[in-house]
């Protein structure tokens, strides 16, 4: 698609005066787009939606980006689909609605155990946000505690709100070892990641078999050669 094509207007027209029907189901009249947009970022520093798509519900886009594959949005297959996408979404991209201080907000006294707790091959979906195609495979999630520790469903949980928005598998990874390293504060944490990408196997290069493994590693678990070379064994065991 040429950048002319993308910077066209859509000839999709306003609804004016119906009820859009936003991501986040509210029956309010403000713009499904303005509520799509708050629903995925909820920050203030997004810019408003151009003016002549502010009223047009997020149904409609995607009818309209279905007329610009070449497909007939009325043929019966497909009169359901933007409603589909819009519903999926809302589960696919509910990261952007939750936070790390919510999901670690339950602590317990570690008591005196001070080895690693180690999460390991839990599964994971995300999107990568270069293609909106899926990415998806196994993360590994370890930490020392130090005073504190968290229920074992709490750390998939955390993956599970990084890995629901758009991602890059580096930025997924750092992300839920920074959040468990700041929230909990143990003496260290590691995180591995092993994903596999559609965008790699459906385009561009289509190679299905490489994986991507990234990691990192916070605290004792940079520092101490010994402390490392556990969670490696342990998470490729
Ligand atoms: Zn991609």
Known sequence: MSTTNCSRR???SAANGSTPAGLNGSSQTHSALQTFRGFAHQRSEIAPPPADLALVNSEEL???ILRRLGED??????QQTPARIVRSWKEIYGGYKQRAEEILVTQFCAGQYDEMV?????EFYSTCE???LPFYGKAHIAYLPKNKIVGLSKLARLLDMH????QVQ?????????????ILQPRGVAVMIEGKHQCMCCRGVRKKEGTMVTSCLLGAFKENVATRSEFLALAKE
Do not use: F, N, S
């Not at 180690?118 to 839990?122: E, F, G, K, M």
């Open 10 to 12: 859509p000839t999709i």
């Open 62 to 64: 995607i009818e309209e």
């Open 73 to 78: 949005p009325a043929r019966e297959g497909l």
């Open 118 to 122: 180690l999460l390991r091959d839990v």
């Open 130 to 132: 270069h293609h909106m």
């Open 163 to 166: 890995a629901r928005r758009l």
């Open 170 to 182: 580096e930025r997924l990874t750092q992300a839920v070892a920074t959040d468990l390293q700041r």
